[in-house]
């Protein structure tokens, strides 16, 4: 059966990391079952990951000097317009895997490593 959820449906406002381990009990999935609402809310995380150039657009920024870059140097590797690159640094920044900050007329983009390390953490299994 294939499941498709909405995330925006779950993030109404900017939901991070940092809201799905208060809602995971800061547990592994491997300790503690999940509630339902608990498992769309990390199902609709990992949606926002199980994106080929979300992806890419992460490792990017990760691999980029301070792990920040900016978001016109992240275009042309991507291969894709700079509106659907801009929509998919969004839909990484409201998931809590990067934040954003203007700096004149460009936007920059620093990876939160928490986040990372945290996502790594709830998929830990033993």
């Not at 800061?26 to 300790?31: F, G, T, V």
């Not at 920024?61 to 275009?75: F, K, P, R």
């Amino acid at each position: 059966m294939d499941v498709n959820i909405d995330y925006h449906r779950y993030m109404p406002t900017a939901l991070s990391l940092t809201d799905v381990s208060a809602a995971a009990c800061c547990a592994p999935l491997a300790e503690a079952a999940l509630e339902r609402t608990e498992a769309e809310t990390l199902a609709a995380l990992l949606k926002g990951l199980a994106d080929p150039a979300r992806l890419q657009l992460l490792s990017i920024v990760a691999a980029s000097e301070g792990q920040e870059a900016c978001v016109c140097d992240l275009i042309e590797p991507i291969g894709l317009s700079q509106p659907t690159v801009s929509h998919h640094l969004k839909v990484l920044t409201e998931a809590g895997f990067l934040t954003r900050s203007k700096r004149g007329t460009w936007a920059y983009y620093r990876l939160v490593p928490e986040a990372l390390s945290r996502m790594a953490e709830l998929l830990q299994f033993p």
